[in-house]
């Protein structure tokens, strides 16, 4: 079937041919071919044959046979997906026969896996390599946008509330609670970099190491998995120019369905006639709202909300976003040396107004062949950032009344309480919000690296590096009393440093016997050392002289708040890998790295990281020679153990914290213990397992990567609930476990590929099931969030899961209310909660687990194409299955008499003869 697809696109080629022949057409005549391998001789289906500097064209049917008209001495480009593209000149010959090589380059494609590379038919992990082809050409404001949708396993979730903010990464789902689940970032060889420092354009490809045995290399950084990031470089010849620009917009996706006017002055009345009601029932809604005595001033209504500004804040606060990015670059050089020196701009204005982004870098990278055995390199990234941010979240300026007008004309801002005494919100207009606080935020950052390489002998060599990353930050705050609700002024300066030095010695070995055999190993020390080093300066409240100068030295410092500090962490690590190879057809790899931590008590500061892992190109057998639909099989298997430790510095120690008393009523700062010690306290490590099988089938024109995978986290850096009468309330320490397994698998197909226009698509699916497995002990702890949410940790049930009663209903009269069981105090209108353990009574043994915000599925599809010169990427991705505790919309339901939507307002018991969907209850008791 797939032989006749191929055939017809030949015939409709070689018809589109016939409606553009070129001037000479009429010397042309009809010649006949057959296009085979050139190693086994066999026909090849659908490769692309046009005469060159014409449009006339043809595909090989499924036989590899093609016709097509040509000049004698017309010229044949012949080219086809995984070969080396040829010109073939006709010279008179009516029947041609045509011999394809596979692509070198194909063949020996290489990924990074850390501390080298490797051929990727070679690799014997789950390793997923992006090049960058296009990826510099996307619009987006940060290099992780780039990625969405074309990693499986790899979820990326964007949350652009703040210009330049970095998204949330997950590989392979979250399996720490309280020691972090970002990827390690390794940026050209240097580890624990943010992509925030990198630019796209930049970019020469991107790997991500994704179980453990990959990742194991890096041992005791590597849980959350890595990315490996690697940086162009310069090639020998004449200095090539390079400019990438782009520009584009942002908007975000707001609601439409506000209130405002006469319907949200009903609602008022509705809503405050309910209340009453509920506060007294007998009371007489029949009493005019506004104005009388017999109805109490908490539940009257102002009419002069009638006749507001019917203002919809969400929308004036929010705003179209432009963004644009420029960079140029320049490389080049001599066999001697090679460049690439780069500069990049970009500018972002945020979705909420008054926020901004903007960033200048530099990227260098110098590559020396000192001489036959020597070379040596340096690489330098510096770059500046500077953003003015917003100290709310989007809810707090939609959330005000439509009725509260602007600015007025007088430069004073009106409050909700300006019109409705203490029955409103008692919150700060937006606008002045939005003009009133200058929140800014600057960063100067540099990472850097030099490299001194010897070849000792025939395919030993050593590789030398000093890299640091040096970050230094300041944010400077101001608010105008008019900001605030308390109307006192505010403010605070925090600067911050921290320098992060690196020194890494490898030594590989590289070499190949007769009978197919090779061989290849590293071992190598690190040392890493990071001090950091902060400023953290408050104003007192309102102690500002005038709201001009917004710098500290305009105002009285607030002792009891301020304060410096200074941290440092060091780590010590040995490593080393060998892989092993018998006629590219059976592989072995097996690594293990000894990390020792200075984060982590003098019994346990050394963790050991080993892995291994097996594959099988089965394609290579002799048995499989004869199969040309498949391209390449190979089956693959591997285990390993990496680790955890991104804890704060010195947590194994009793630290000391300040401590607020009030002797003879007056106001002291002081110390006091505020934890245990705990000189056992140490690595989370994570056990894997991965088997995964690639397929390519029509010579790579469809490519398929599945993995079925198992890790499980033990030893978790857990800060653990203690009684209040050790006179601390938590612990940190290593106890508990939890699993993750799943499915993932990739499928890629080249759908046209021809010398103008070409059509390629990826698609990605990752099933991923999360479980708590141990608590120490114990069965589940519960968190319960300020807002009223709960969380729980529970033995069998994914992390952090919602937990709460479950609501089956509304009591929408008083025979209901009688029917089910409630809580205490609970009136109608109020959620029926269902009865889980049916006694009869509603009791916290009847809260349940609701949901859950991890996705079970994740699904990604990227098209490519191309014409000419032109090209198009169309990137999509979706998360399934996972539940969202939205709060943001408990401030639209006129609970708070604050902005009003109406999906959220209509659907409301109001009465018992008005009961809405009758599954909504009223809104105060969803707060």
Known sequence: MKGRHLYLFGLLVALAGLFARPAHAQDAREIKGIVVDSIGQTP?????????????????????????????????????????????PVSGRSNIRIS???????????????????????????????ENTILDQMPAGRPEAALVG?????????????????????????????????????????????????NMNDVQSIEVLKDASSAAIYGSRAAGGVIIVTMKKGSAGKTRFNFNGYAGLAKARLHDDWITGQEYYDYAVKYQNREWLWANPSADVSIPVWGDARRPATYQVNPVINNGANMIWQDEVMQTAPMQSYNISASGGTEKMTYYVSGTYKDEIGTLQNTWFKSYGVRANVDVKASKNVSLGFMLNPSYSKRRLSDRVVSDYAKIPSFVEGQRADGTYPRPRDYWAAVVSGQTSPAAILNGTYSYGATFSNVGEAYLKIDLAKGLSLRSSVGSTIAYNNSDFFQTSYALSTFQNNGND????????????????????????????????????????????????????????????????????????NSAWGLVSYFSRVHYGYKEKYLASASIRTDGSSRFGPNNKWGYFPSASLAWRVKQEEFMKGISAISDLKVRGSWGITGNFNIGDFQYLGQIKDAIYSPNNSVIKGQAQSNFENNNLGWEKTKGWDVGIELGLLKNRIQIVADYYSKRTYDLLYNVSVPATTGFTSGLTNIGDVSNKGFEIELTTRNIIGPKFTWSTSFNLAMNKNRVEDLGGVNERITTDAQGMSWILRVGEPMFSYYGYRQIGVYTDAESLTKYPSLAGTKVGMPIYEDRDGNGSITPNDKDILGNFQPKAILGMVNNFTYKNFDLSIAMQASLGSKMYNYENQFYQGALLGAMRRSLVENQWWSTSDIGNGSTPAAPFLR
Do not use: C, W
């Open 44 to 88: 090849l289906p659908g490769v692309t044959i046009f005469v060159k500097g014409t449009s006339n064209g043809a595909a090989t049917s499924p036989t590899g046979e093609f016709t097509i008209r040509a000049a004698d001495n017309a010229v044949l480009v012949v080219s086809y997906i995984g070969y080396d593209k040829i010109e073939v």
């Open 150 to 198: 074309r990693l499986a396993g790899v979820n990326i979730s964007q949350n652009r509330s703040q210009p330049g903010q970095a998204p949330t990464i997950r590989i392979r789902g979250a399996s720490s609670i309280d020691a972090g689940n970002e990827p390690l970032v390794v940026i050209d060889g240097v580890p624990g970099g943010n992509l925030g420092m990198i």
């Open 494 to 565: 925090i600067t911050s440093n921290s320098i992060n030095m690196l020194n890494e010695n490898v030594l590989s070995y590289n070499t190949s016997f007769k009978g197919g055999h090779e061989l290849s190993a590293i071992a190598g020390a690190s040392y890493q050392k990071n001090r950091s080093k902060g400023s953290y300066m408050y104003a007192v409240p309102n102690s500002y002289v005038n709201e001009t100068v917004h710098t500290l030295n305009n105002a009285v410092i607030d002792q009891t708040k301020s304060y410096t500090a």
């Open 100 to 130: 394809l090589s596979q692509s070198k380059t194909m063949l020996n494609e290489t990924v990074v896996i850390g501390y080298g590379t490797m051929k990727k038919s070679s690799v014997t992990a789950s390793v997923t390599k992006v």
